[in-house]
Structures are given as C-alpha cells and as structure tokens.
C-alpha cells in the first residue's frame, strides 16, 4: 500500500494528534537516539522494542499509531518524515537507530539492516550473530540509504535502521528472555560505535 501522506504537515492536516495517534519524546541528554516512527498498531510490538533499547539511557521517539482501521493511513515513508519534535531529538544525537517492523514475507527470522552507518550496521550484524540472531546487510528492500531517512538525520549525517519480521516480533512479545537478549545486541553494539 502506498503512503497517504508524503509530510507529516499532510497527514496532521487530517489526522491531528490525538485518538489516532501518539507521540512520545524522551529527550535523556544522550547522544544515540532510537526512533519508532511508525509504533504502535502501525508495526506492531516497534515500540516495545524500542522502549527496550533505549532504557533510562537513550533518546527515545515513538510515533504510535493507536486504531486498528486508520493505522495503515499513519505511515509516512521514514524518509519522508519530519515530524518537528522527531527531527529536534534526531538532530540532537550522534548515533541514531529506527527501528521498523517488516512483513514476513517468507522469511520469519532474518533482521535486515540498513542506513548510512555501514559500521554501526556491522556492529549489530556481529553481535546480534553472537546471540544466534540472523541478519541481512543489503540486498532487501529496506535499505535506507536516502539521506533524508530519519535514521540518517542526526548530526553525523548517517544512522542505522532495523527491520524486524513479524514472527519474530510476535516471539519477543511472548518470550522475554528472547527480547531481552536481542536489546543486549543491539545495546552492545551501540555501546561499541561510541567507543570506537
């Protein structure tokens, strides 16, 4: 399905903030930001995955959809979407990370990976390996490369994006040992960027 609205300003001038949607902004001083921008009933389980990464230590934006029947109308194309509140926490960080859900498509395991940050997409490749993870760098359909992706608009100018499979989000929600070790990965190979 094609998006509805190509800015945030369009769908706002629909949609305005409210029982359709939700935004959270947790701005923690830090500079690595995670950012859902279509939460919620948009891609589902995104924002718990997201709370997760982040903690108490990391930026945190979710943008949520919150109804079954106008969730779909809710995504804006991340590299179309400039939320105000969502580019002001982003511009802030040095290391950013969306985090996205993806349709199975025939394959319930593999996290594709994408963004301008070739080494932070590295880094969590590695260590989401160790933790007996698959993942994919390139060759998808989510590569994130455009510039004005929301994952690359930090103040490096490049970010990291993940796309999780449904599958797997429905076995985080139910397994939290699984989820757990997965938020571990990905923290670590956070952890690893700002150290390099």
């Given at each position: 399905m094609a998006d509805i609205f190509n800015s945030y300003a369009e769908l706002a001038s629909v949609h305005p903030e409210g029982d359709s949607y939700k935004k959270?902004?947790?701005?923690?001083?830090?500079?690595?930001?995670i950012v859902a921008p279509h939460a919620g009933k948009i891609e589902p389980y995104t924002s718990e995955i997201s709370k997760e990464i982040a903690k108490d230590d990391y930026g945190l934006y979710l943008f949520e959809g919150c109804l079954n029947y106008v969730n779909k109308a809710l995504h804006i194309t991340s590299h179309n979407f400039d939320e105000p509140r969502a580019l002001e926490l982003v511009q802030k960080s040095r290391v950013v990370l969306g985090v996205h859900g993806r349709a199975d498509n025939g394959d319930k395991d593999t996290i594709y990976l994408g963004g301008l940050d070739e080494e932070l997409m590295c880094l969590i490749a590695t260590r989401l390996r160790e933790k007996n993870f698959e993942s994919q760098i390139g060759g998808h359909q989510f590569p994130a490369r455009n510039p004005n992706n929301i994952c690359n608009r930090g103040s490096?100018?490049?970010?990291?994006q993940i796309?999780?499979?449904?599958?797997?989000?429905?076995?985080f929600r139910k397994d939290g040992k699984l989820l757990d070790s997965f938020t571990r990965a990905i923290r670590k190979s956070i952890e690893d960027k700002l150290t390099v």
């Open positions: 959270t902004v947790k701005d923690r001083d830090s500079v690595v930001c490096s100018d490049m970010g990291a796309e999780v499979p449904r599958a797997l989000r429905d076995k």
